[in-house]
């Protein structure tokens, strides 16, 4: 059984520019969801994709967007980059959504903003 | 509003000297609460999930308990490889199906 992977690690970006993220699911699972964790902060929600229709949003503006495939993997697209946007992306898998199932985590990518 | 808090922010501990950290949350209804242990710049590693008051769970020397605003993570004899952040997270019975975490203890156990 693999877990969740990301990709790439590491990028930098510079303010204005686009970026986007990837992560493929856990084996199994069909529910992503994506979290932006600042330094020395816990993970703020982002979205959530189910069966590829966004599922629930937090309090991001519009230019964080999303697309789950077929196969569950998963992108998060940011527009317009700005300097706050510098943190950890996590992806994290899960079963049905409506059930309690846990929520894995990948390793992360780390988005510098310059 | 749905809220987690952690404390203390930060823990150092002699390698042995047991102790535990406590993630009080205020929701509508507790559909779950979890925690996570995060090394630096890695992402959250799944630990414990609690879904009610007086439920307990352990794991080598980690035992995590549940109360109805509460939930404590008991660390018995710390090496210092358990020197990590720890995060609490509860998922709401409303609204959306998110996490919403703690700001996490971070935790450095000394030899």
């Known amino acids: 059984e693999t877990g969740v992977t990301q990709s790439p690690t590491h990028l930098i970006k510079t303010r204005g520019q686009q970026v986007t993220l990837r992560c493929s699911s856990q084996?199994?699972?069909?529910?992503v969801s994506w979290y932006q964790q600042a330094l020395g902060q816990g993970p703020q929600f982002i979205f959530q994709y189910y069966r590829e229709e966004e599922n629930g949003r937090g309090n991001f503006p519009p230019r964080f967007s999303g697309l789950q495939f077929p196969n569950y993997s998963s992108e998060l697209n940011v527009n317009a980059l700005e300097l706050d946007d510098s943190a950890l992306y996590l992806c994290?898998?899960?079963?049905?959504?409506?059930?309690?199932?846990?929520?894995?985590f990948g390793p992360g990518t780390r988005l510098t903003v310059l | 509003e749905d809220q987690v808090t952690q404390s203390p922010e930060a823990l150092r501990l002699q390698e042995g000297e047991s102790s535990s950290l406590n993630c009080s949350y205020t929701v509508s209804g507790l559909r779950g609460l979890f925690w996570y242990r995060q090394d630096p710049g890695k992402g959250p590693e799944f630990l414990f999930t609690l879904y009610s008051a007086g439920e307990e769970k352990e794991k080598e020397r980690l035992k995590a308990t549940l109360t109805k605003k509460e939930s404590f993570l008991h660390i018995t004899a710390p090496k210092p490889e358990d020197s990590a952040t720890y995060l609490c997270?509860?998922?709401?019975?409303?609204?959306?199906?998110?996490?919403?975490f703690g700001t996490g203890t971070r935790l450095k156990v000394l030899a």
């Open positions: 997270a509860v998922r709401p019975t409303s609204g959306t199906y998110k996490y919403i």
């Open positions: 994290a898998s899960s079963g049905e959504y409506t059930s309690t199932d846990t929520q894995y």
């Open positions: 084996s199994g699972h069909n529910t």
